[in-house]
């Protein structure tokens, strides 16, 4: 059973729209996400972290924690159709050194 | 940026035989990684290692080795390859905060 799961498998947005993009951890152990993005045929980047409870915002990008649901979320205002990829949302408990990856969401930014 | 480089990058081997995947990274980091990506699986953890010398199962380690002669490099051993091997596999290593920075992954097919 995976420790990280990502929703919606796959997702359609139109240019200018709001994609948004959800992850929870079922390892109640979990403490530090990250969100990665692949684009097809390349290796993940790091796009951004969050550790403390709350709210992050870097342009366009938004990502909320909630550390007693052990969910995040990332949102993506103004989607372009450069940022239609694979998005892998990534986790780490106990081991801090340690990041398991969920299944990620795959965005299409549709112009 | 981080540089992680991996080779070969594409390999075709047969049933059984050894196969030996290298990474390499000039970024000084302490912590490598082996991950596998397939389908609807997103990135699995093979093996990590902490430092030269020191090797760390993952999530899936049954039938891989794994192998860190120095800080530098970090390798990936099959000693007999099988069908459900074929993969893309991702090789990083762990910055600041944790941040995993991607090789541009091996894809390995086993016949």
């Known amino acids: 059973q995976q420790k990280v799961q990502q929703s919606p498998e796959s997702l359609i947005v139109p240019e200018g729209g709001m994609a948004s993009l959800n992850c929870t951890s079922s390892d109640r152990n979990v403490d530090y996400f990250w969100w990665y993005r692949q684009h097809s045929g390349k290796s993940p980047k790091m796009l951004m972290s969050i550790f403390s409870n709350g709210e992050k915002e870097e342009g366009r990008f938004t990502v909320h924690l909630n550390k007693a649901s052990l969910h995040t979320s990332l949102h993506i205002r103004d989607s372009q159709p450069s940022d239609s990829a694979l998005y892998l949302c990534?986790?780490?408990?106990?081991?801090?050194?340690?990041?398991?990856f969920g299944s990620g969401t795959k965005l299409t930014v549709e112009p | 940026e981080a540089a992680v480089t991996q080779s070969p990058r594409n390999k075709v081997a047969v049933t059984g035989g050894k196969v030996t995947l290298s990474c390499n990274q000039t970024?000084?980091?302490?912590?490598m990684y082996w991950y596998r990506q397939d389908t609807g699986h997103g990135l699995r953890l093979i093996h990590y290692?902490?430092?030269?010398?020191?090797?760390e199962k993952g999530d899936i380690p049954d039938g891989y080795k794994a192998s860190r002669p120095s800080q530098e490099n970090f390798s990936l051993i099959l000693e007999l390859a099988t069908p459900s091997q074929t993969s893309v596999y991702f090789c990083?290593?762990?910055?600041?905060?944790?941040?995993?920075?991607f090789g541009a992954g091996t894809r390995l097919s086993v016949l």
């Open positions: 990083a290593s762990g910055g600041t905060k944790n941040t995993l920075y």
């Open positions: 970024n000084n980091h302490n912590n």
């Open positions: 290692s902490y430092g030269a010398g020191s090797t």
């Open positions: 990534a986790a780490s408990g106990s081991n801090y050194n340690v990041l398991y």
